[in-house]
């Protein structure tokens, strides 16, 4: 017998259907470049930061103008596009003013939601500037039913859900309640519990809460029993690219793209990747790679929790707690049946490129290593 759920009149999870099928993909905007090219190959809505009060302080950001320009032109495309922005650190008491102003600029250029962390700013958004839709950030860690429907309750649209579920816990989320949920798909891990991680507050006086990580996590770290040292803490990249299909039948509203310090090419080319996943368009591309095997290594990929068959079940692999370097990326060719240039491209560094950039699209496949690619764009390929 199922249990009724309260949080939505009575229906039991088993009787509901996920509102959508086609989960939206969100990208990553650093700067007004990377939304382009995000917009460009099949993002269906971008996040970003503006300058002050932004998880990625270090990111090049936006200014009001650039972020005014890149919600003018996502609005005027066909489909309509979204422009989410990011107002997701902690804000101290003489900041609130600032938040005030960039909160009420946000209103007024209309981007279709805030992003955030604190609830003090949650009050002034949801009391100031009604018209706003409301998002709770990851780093409000939510990751169970009751944490989910306290932000329903409260007024949130949608809540991104912790990136250490599982299937189940994420189906069971999204079908027992009307807020939306969203979910990373890819893109970079941390090492503590939704990235509340402390150490570089307490090491270096850069706290994550305040969007200036300085990513120790990356450093090598010597051991009594490894004097040359290793990169224990340093977390493999998320890729949820051979269970897409799962997580968009939870009933997800959004998969989400990690990457705002990323150069324009890397948001091209996994944009790329997930829409064509997600639209069915790239199965035999994509078997292909699993049947040769990837041909150039860089930062190991892990699938995440998603894997998980229990609730609190850690698989340390899948997790992606294992250190490793980055190599150098070498060039891959392929693809002549199609006469389309090739290039590599592993986080900032194109490797080889042809004559005309905009015919190219990298791509990181294989569940376990990133193997990158160039692939001719969907309209050249399907649509000759």
Known sequence: MTRPDKHNGGMSSSEQTPARRVPELMAPAGNLEAGYAALHFGADAVYLGLQKFSARADAENFSIEDLDRLTAY????????KVFLAVNTLALQNELRDVI???????DIGVDALIIQDLGVFRIARRHFPSL????????????????????????????????LTLAEIRDITRNLRIETEFFAHGALCYSYSGLCLISSLLTGRSGNRGRCAYLCRDRFRTPADEQGSFIFSMKDLSTADRIGELAKTGVASLKIEGRKKSPVYVAATVH????????????????????????????LAPGSVVGQEVGQLEVEAAGAEGG?????????????QNVPLMGVIGEERVEHGEDPATDAAVRVGPHAAAVRLVELVHENEHG
């Not at 102003?101 to 209103?107: D, I, K, L, P, S």
């Not at 839709?133 to 990751?143: D, G, I, K, N, Y």
């Not at 829409?275 to 190991?300: C, H, N, T």
């Open 74 to 81: 996502a609005h005027s495309l066909a489909p309509r596009r």
């Open 101 to 107: 102003e960039a909160v009420g600029a946000a209103a």
């Open 133 to 164: 839709r409301l998002h709770a950030s990851t780093q409000m860690a939510v990751h169970n039913l009751e944490g989910a429907a306290a932000l329903q309750e409260m007024g949130f649209h949608r809540v991104t859900l912790a990136r250490e």
């Open 273 to 300: 990747y997930y829409r064509r996943l997600l639209d069915g368009a790239v199965e035999a591309f994509y078997a292909l790679i699993q049947a040769q095997g990837p041909e150039s290594d860089g930062k190991d």
């Open 325 to 337: 370097s980055v190599e150098k990326v070498r060039s891959v060719r392929g693809g002549a049946e």
